[in-house]
């Protein structure tokens, strides 16, 4: 059991490692394949972290004298049912996933509406339910048909109740890194989300800033110019930030 404790530990350390380096080659990669590599470390992270913890609750160990179960006490463990899966059990892209589907575009009659997204960006202390809350946001506006005329009123609800709720302004201090729950900080557990959230919020705001001169001045009023600025600085290769500074300001 020890020696399976130090391959868990090593794989770990590993995906940390791993973490650490995709981090630092953020600027040579395109954004959508950086959100899979940063899926895939988390997935291994998750995976790894759970074998250990099944590891160190199992009091049994496999010497041979153990004693056996009886074939009725292993009957009766083998129709145990298993536990349901609940959203803690998930990715961020799975969770995403779902919440989309509950979401559906923000249509009429869905599951969730926009205050749950909203409020999950705002208050939630977990780094993925962050990201696959502004994840859901974003699928949403890249599926909406800003010709069609009920798309494009609702897109307009959103942008005012964004900026109402503070939601702006709270995405803007993630992306400065003075948001109270710190991703940003090195020591924080999941510190290898904060990239992920930071890249789903550059592109939040991209889709909610171009070619709408209005809105762009109530980012800037929020604390978009300056949150990105701030990232921008930190990542100075990183493309999509620079690109997204241009567009705030554009008047």
């Known amino acids: 059991m020890h020696e399976n404790n ?12 791993l973490e650490a380096i995709i981090e630092e080659g953020k ?36 010497s041979d004298d153990e004693a056996e179960l009886d074939g009725e006490e292993n009957e009766e463990s083998d129709s145990e049912p298993e536990r349901e899966r609940t ?11 779902l919440w989309e589907w509950q979401f559906d575009f923000g249509r009429p009659g869905a599951v969730i509406e926009l205050d749950f997204p909203i409020e999950e960006i705002k208050t939630s202390e977990q780094p993925k339910r962050v990201c696959a809350a502004v994840r859901v946001l974003n699928r949403a506006l890249k599926g909406s048909k800003p010709d069609d005329p009920a798309d494009a009123e609702r897109i307009l609800e959103w ?8 939601a702006i302004r709270v995405c803007s201090e993630i992306l400065e890194g003075v948001d109270d729950r710190a ?4 020591n924080h557990e999941e ?19 171009e070619n709408d001169a209005l ?16 990232y921008a600085k930190e ?8 690109d997204v500074l241009d567009m705030l300001k554009q008047r």
Request: hydrophobic share 40%; proline share 2%.
């Open 159 to 166: 942008k005012e109740e964004l900026v109402a709720e503070l």
């Open 87 to 97: 959203e803690d059990d998930m990715g961020v892209n799975e969770l995403s996933d």
């Open 27 to 62: 600027a040579k990669i395109d954004g959508g394949v950086h959100l899979e590599l940063c899926a895939a470390v988390m997935k291994v992270f998750k995976i790894a972290k759970g074998l250990k913890k099944e590891a160190s609750d199992d009091g049994s160990d496999d």
């Open 191 to 209: 510190h290898w989300l904060y990239s992920c959230i930071c890249d789903e919020i550059l592109e939040l705001f991209q889709r909610l800033g």
């Open 235 to 242: 990542c100075p290769y990183c493309k999509q930030a620079q």
């Open 6 to 17: 130090m391959s868990i530990d090593a794989v770990l350390d590993a995906t940390r490692e």
């Open 215 to 230: 809105f762009r001045t109530k980012l800037r009023r929020n604390g978009a110019l300056k949150g990105v600025q701030a």
């Open 183 to 186: 991703f940003h900080n090195p």
